[in-house]
């Protein structure tokens, strides 16, 4: 690729993702993310590696990984001049821009290891449109449900039979949980059915270990400093894990999925494959294995050990974060239930039958 057209299609990624950030509740973070333009005139290491950014920056969530090495230094209390900028005090745009090239020269080490791989913000409010999928395939499929995650992270949404959800006026989840799941919700709510969660894991390439402060901490760094909120699902979640751990394999997707597929299925039970914005980090071959797997598991799907995959993805074409779901027998076709905000602060719910 000529070299222009390189870091002309990393500025656009830039200034996509600082406009996505302002327009979703986190302007500051905005002009963090949209002061990196700043460094693509190569002064620094970081600068130097994002001009010439390989792959696809915006696929590839490329501005969000350095934003949780410049919120991970806030955090950390390494150095706190970003601090009056995530708390809305500095909005001057031109200010920001100096003050990020200024922190990143002097930081420039340390945050170069932030863009080796993306971020993982393991929301656990993204587990409001799983559950509602769960409704929905309830009334279908009955409510035995083993569930099964992909790029679980810290396995945040492997605890969510441990989850309080009121999804519009549906209640699911035991009522003294301290993670409360309770989103905007816009359209008809999903239908009150039962759900029992008989077993759930995960994997993940690099799991993140809640039980270690540096590593919840590095979770925390990658969630908008101003949705003061979703820091507050983490610290839930790292209270539920100190009860009983959540079970997150390091293991390949597609490794996962063919174990998983293979394994025994309780009679009377859904086996369902979930994911929440992960199907876009994973290379394609990975993605092509598991759409085979499932396609084949399905057809030896029954009624007495059925068959689901749901998904929370991001549309490439009109990037809407839709909630889509697919089970055997019976519905083997995507069926669209819904759109959700990327951190799950709303969903549209279509009130399918």
């Known amino acids: 690729m000529n070299p222009i057209m390189e870091i002309e299609e990393v500025a656009r990624a830039i200034e996509w993702q600082a406009d996505h950030a302002a327009n979703n509740g986190a302007p500051c973070t905005?002009?963090?993310?949209?002061?990196?333009?700043?460094?693509?005139?190569?002064?620094?290491?970081?600068?130097?590696?994002?001009?010439?950014?390989?792959?696809?920056?915006l696929e590839d969530a490329l501005p969000l990984r350095l934003a949780g090495g410049h919120h991970n230094l806030v955090l950390t209390g390494r150095d706190t001049r970003l601090g009056p900028v995530y708390r809305g005090e500095l909005t001057d745009q031109a200010e920001v821009d100096a003050l990020v090239l200024s922190v990143t020269r002097e930081h420039d080490a340390d945050l170069l290891p932030w863009l080796d791989g993306p971020p993982q913000t393991n929301e656990a409010g993204r587990s409001a449109s799983i559950m509602a999928a769960l409704l929905w395939l309830s009334q279908?499929?009955?409510?035995?449900?083993?569930?099964?995650?992909?790029?679980?992270?810290?396995?945040?949404?492997?605890?969510?039979?441990?989850?309080?959800?009121?999804?519009?006026?549906?209640?699911?989840?035991?009522?003294?949980?301290?993670?409360?799941?309770?989103?905007?919700?816009?359209?008809?709510?999903?239908?009150?059915?039962?759900?029992?969660?008989?077993?759930?894991?995960?994997?993940?390439?690099?799991?993140?270990?809640?039980?270690?402060?540096?590593?919840?901490?590095?979770?925390?760094?990658?969630v908008w400093a101003e949705v003061t909120e979703r820091i507050g699902r983490i610290d839930a979640a790292i209270a539920l894990a100190g009860r009983k751990a959540p079970d997150v394999l390091p293991m390949d997707a597609a490794e996962f999925v063919a174990r998983r597929l293979a394994a025994p299925q309780a009679e009377g039970t859904t086996r369902v494959v979930f994911h929440s914005i992960v199907w876009q980090y994973l290379p394609g071959e990975t993605r092509t294995r598991i759409e085979e797997m499932m396609a084949a598991a399905g057809q030896r799907a029954d009624t007495t050990r059925r068959l689901a995959w749901v998904m929370l993805e991001t549309n490439r074409q009109t990037f809407r974060h839709e909630l889509s779901v697919r089970y055997w027998p019976g519905g083997a076709e995507p069926r669209i239930l819904g759109t959700a905000h990327a951190h799950g602060a709303w969903v549209e719910w279509f009130g399918l039958d």
């Open 30 to 57: 905005g002009r963090v993310v949209r002061a990196q333009l700043r460094l693509l005139d190569g002064a620094t290491q970081v600068g130097r590696r994002i001009a010439s950014w390989p792959g696809k920056p």
């Open 140 to 222: 279908r499929l009955g409510p035995h449900f083993e569930l099964n995650e992909l790029g679980a992270s810290a396995g945040v949404n492997t605890m969510m039979e441990r989850f309080f959800f009121d999804l519009g006026g549906t209640r699911a989840g035991p009522e003294e949980s301290p993670m409360r799941i309770i989103p905007e919700w816009r359209g008809p709510p999903p239908p009150q059915a039962g759900v029992e969660i008989t077993g759930i894991r995960g994997c993940d390439r690099a799991p993140v270990n809640l039980a270690d402060p540096e590593a919840a901490l590095r979770l925390k760094s990658y």
